[in-house]
T-cell receptor, first 115, second 112 residues
Framework: GAGVSQSPSNKVTEKGKDVELRCDPI?????LYWYRQSLGQGLEFLIY????????KSGLPSDRFSAERTGGSVSTLTIQRTQQEDSAVYLC?????????????FGPGTRLTVT | EDKVVQSPLSLVVHEGDTVTLNCSYE??????LLWYKQEKKAPTFLFML????IEKKSGRLSSILDKKELFSILNITATQTGDSAIYLC????????????FGQGTRLTINP
């Protein structure tokens, strides 16, 4: 079946603008995760959804970052008033949820560049 | 803060060599440890290890977890240029959390 998909694949935006990144998980996966990877850094957890609820938002770096998930499927990560330090690859992953939460499958990512 | 350290950070070998990549972690009370291969953007799943001392194999790749000594290794035998990538390890289920905590990765380069 289809894997995790993300859009756009690349996004260039001016400092101060808002951006929305989209993730479509694997069908049947109830858990969805957002991570980001800055240049030369490891993957950093942002937020986790189980269904439409976000029981762990501990990785969101500031209140400019928010995410939602609707219908237990598609998720949107929104960054308001973007800053240059937000430039990174934003990766989405999904898993079967409580049955097997740690075997996470990643999408191709969105490369965000803030100029 | 949970700490995951991978070594070496970078490794260059010739095709056909065998390599061992290391992952040590200063976390306790976790459920599973995962290995991923990252060639461009998307990490691809390799192994999930839950029990200590049980080796998992997939073709030329194998991995094992030692929960007592707090490390895991990933072995690749008869390396090929297609094995060139960044290899990431990540414990999951730390203190019951669902997130994975990633190490900084090992950049492996296989020269022909």
């Amino acid at each position: 079946g289809a894997g995790v998909s993300q859009s756009p694949s690349n996004k260039v935006t001016e400092k101060g603008k808002d951006v929305e990144l989209r993730c479509d998980p694997i069908s049947g996966h109830t858990a969805l995760y957002w991570y980001r990877q800055s240049l030369g850094q490891g993957l950093e957890f942002l937020i986790y959804f189980q269904g439409n609820s976000a029981p762990d938002k501990s990785g969101l770096p500031s209140d400019r970052f928010s995410a939602e998930r609707t219908g237990g499927s598609v998720s949107t990560l929104t960054i308001q008033r973007t800053q240059q330090e937000d430039s990174a690859v934003y990766l989405c992953a999904s898993s079967l949820g409580p049955r097997n939460p740690y075997e996470q499958y990643f999408g191709p990512g969105t490369r965000l560049t803030v100029t | 803060e949970d700490k995951v350290v991978q070594s070496p950070l970078s490794l260059v070998v010739h095709e056909g060599d065998t390599v061992t990549l290391n992952c040590s972690y200063e976390v306790t009370n976790f459920r599973s440890l995962l290995w991923y291969k990252q060639e461009k953007k998307a990490p691809t799943f390799l192994f999930m290890l839950t029990s200590s001392g049980i080796e998992k194999k997939s073709g030329r790749l194998s991995s094992i977890l030692d929960k007592k000594e707090l490390f895991s290794i990933l072995n690749i035998t008869a390396t090929q240029t297609g094995d060139s990538a960044i290899y990431l390890c990540a414990p999951g289920g730390i203190q019951g959390a669902q997130k994975l905590v990633f190490g900084q990765g090992t950049r492996l380069t296989i020269n022909p």
